[in-house]
């Protein structure tokens, strides 16, 4: 009678055991095909993603293209100086003075409205 409770306990427990590692087996294989997944998943993220190499690229690109904007910037403001400084000699020169600003101060008031006036005429302000 004992023999025949005894091997009715271990088939029992044998099922449980069965059981037990059945569900375990299920469980880790859906964890194996989730982190697959999700290994895929990144691996083509990370092949359509820039590389820091580009981004340095890039960068260096838009410095050297900064760079250049403000040496051309300056060099036109050089330039157009240089333009109005000749112009105003070739002007003196010609005994033509009509840009002389007045002495006194109020003249001086009415003379820049006016150039204000010329210029924004002109588009130039």
């Known amino acids: 009678m004992l023999s025949n409770?005894?091997?009715?306990?271990?088939a029992v427990f044998g099922a449980f055991n069965l059981?037990?590692?059945s569900i375990f087996a299920w469980r880790i294989a859906r964890m194996l095909a989730s982190s697959r997944?999700?290994?895929s998943y990144i691996h083509n993220q990370n092949k359509n993603a820039v590389s820091l190499r580009q981004i340095a690229?890039?960068?260096s690109e838009v410095t050297q293209l900064k760079d250049a904007y403000d040496a051309l910037l300056e060099s036109h403001k050089k330039l157009r100086s240089r333009i109005g400084m000749r112009k105003t000699r070739e002007k003196r020169s010609n005994g033509v003075d009509s840009d002389a600003v007045p002495a006194d101060e109020s003249a001086r008031?009415?003379?820049k409205n006016q150039l204000r006036?010329?210029?924004?005429?002109?588009g130039r302000l």
């Open 109 to 111: 008031v009415v003379y």
């Open 57 to 59: 690229e890039l960068s």
């Open 5 to 10: 409770e005894l091997s009715t306990y271990v």
């Open 117 to 122: 006036a010329k210029l924004k005429q002109e």
């Open 37 to 39: 997944a999700l290994a």
């Open 19 to 21: 059981a037990v590692l």
